[in-house]
T-cell receptor, first 114, second 111 residues
């Protein structure tokens, strides 16, 4: 039973560039959430996707956008990268019909912006 | 706005003793609370949860206590083992909306 997988593991980008991160949810899950974890902080909610639509969004600028595909996998896109976007980006999946169920996290993508 | 707070950045305990990790929240609408454990270079792993209709949930060595009037929850680990050394995150959500996380507490269990 495959868990949540994310790619790439590490990424180095230059300020102003664009980046795409990818996530495959745990088998059987239909909802994908993205989180940003800066050094020394807890994960901060970016947005959640269900049925290929953005269901909820946290306090992040429009430079952060996403997509969910029919197979439930998801992408996170960040445009016009800033130094402050350097962080660990975590993808988590869940099954929406199961009320109050835990999120299952991948190992994250470490993004460094120089 | 930091709706979930973990005020102790670190905790050190002796193997075999009890570890108590604390968490406070401000949003009275939260109805689901969780603890996650995180090792370096890995994503957070779900440990234990509790819904707002309960005040205690136990799973082996791990027990979570919820005090709704004080908006406080705690995680007890008994007995603590060196393999429990990790960063522990408290999290909460309201009506299955986005999950909010605390900043984490680094637990070190010394042999």
């Amino acid at each position: 039973d495959a868990g949540v997988t994310q790619s790439p593991t590490h990424l180095i980008k230059t300020r102003g560039q664009q980046v795409t991160l990818r996530c495959s949810p745990k088998s059987g899950h239909d909802t994908v959430s993205w989180y940003q974890q800066a050094l020394g902080q807890g994960p901060q909610f970016i947005f959640q996707y269900y049925e290929e639509e953005e269901r909820q969004r946290g306090n992040f600028p429009d430079r952060f956008s996403g997509h969910q595909f029919p197979n439930y996998s998801s992408e996170l896109n960040v445009n016009a990268l800033l130094l402050g976007d350097s962080a660990l980006y975590l993808c988590a999946s869940s099954l929406i019909k199961t009320y109050n169920s835990p999120l299952h996290f991948g190992n994250g993508t470490r993004l460094t912006v120089t | 706005d930091q709706q979930v707070k973990q005020n102790s950045p670190s905790l050190s305990v002796q193997e075999g003793r009890i570890s108590i990790l604390n968490c406070d929240y401000t949003n009275s609408m939260f109805d689901y609370f969780l603890w996650y454990k995180k090792y370096p270079a890995e994503g957070p792993t779900f440990l234990i949860s509790i819904s707002s209709i309960k005040d205690k949930n136990e799973d082996g060595r791990f027990t979570v206590f919820l005090n709704k009037s004080a908006k406080h929850l705690s995680l007890h680990i008994v007995p603590s083992q060196p393999g429990d050394s990790a960063v522990y995150f408290c999290a909460a959500s309201a009506f299955q909306n986005d999950m909010r996380f605390g900043a984490g507490t680094r637990l070190t269990v010394k042999p």
